[in-house]
Every structure is written in structure tokens, then in C-alpha cells.
């Protein structure tokens, strides 16, 4: 991998994201029902993403997303990162996490 690959994972690792606040939702038998009405999409969460979800109400870093994973569902650190960047990439890219401007808020 090149070194600007680590430059741009250092990058984002330092970012915050947080529930877009145009998503509409709903918690059913402990699964998040999002409601996205830019596209009038349905998402379904599991549990673990029920929780991430959650967890972006306020805004997170994936590092801090990743440890309250670990916390939560007792799994290892590499394991819970890796899981988390996955979501954070897929729900940014629907548009129902949104990253924080401003790093420190």
C-alpha cells in the first residue's frame, strides 16, 4: 500500500460522524427501521448496527465507535474497527451519516 493510502486511513481515522438528521427512524424488536426521504429508502439494522446507529447520535470517531463495539458485544478491537469502518463507509455512502465538519465538535 502506498503511503498516501496511510495518509488518507490516518485522515479519516481522526474524523467524527454522526446520524444525518434528515433520517427518519424507528427501533422494532431492537432493529433500527432508517427512512431516508431525499430517496424514500427503507434500511434495516441488526442489532450491531441498531447499536452503531445509536451510538451516532452524537458525533463519534470510528476509533470510539470501534472500542464501545468491544465493550458492547465483547469482541476484539481489530475485529470491531473493521466492522465499523465498513458501516461508516456504507451508511455515508447512502447518505444517512454525515461527517462532521469540524473535527472537534
Known amino acids: 500500500m502506498t503511503p498516501m493510502f496511510y495518509l488518507v486511513e490516518s485522515i479519516i481515522s481522526m474524523l467524527k460522524f454522526k446520524q444525518n438528521d434528515d433520517i427518519a427512524y424507528r427501533v422494532i424488536d431492537g432493529e433500527a427501521v432508517l427512512l431516508n426521504p431525499v430517496n424514500n429508502e427503507i434500511h434495516q439494522l441488526n442489532e ?3 447499536f452503531m446507529w445509536e451510538q451516532h447520535a452524537e458525533p463519534q ?3 470510539t465507535l470501534a472500542a464501545a463495539v468491544c465493550n458492547e458485544f465483547e469482541v476484539d478491537y481489530e475485529r470491531a474497527i473493521k466492522d465499523v469502518e465498513m458501516f461508516t463507509r456504507d451508511l455515508l455512502n447512502k447518505g444517512l451519516i454525515e ?3 469540524d473535527a472537534e465538535e
Request: net charge negative; glycine share 12%.
Open 61 to 63: 470517531t470510528q476509533e
Open 99 to 101: 461527517c462532521m465538519e
Open 48 to 50: 450491531t448496527g441498531t
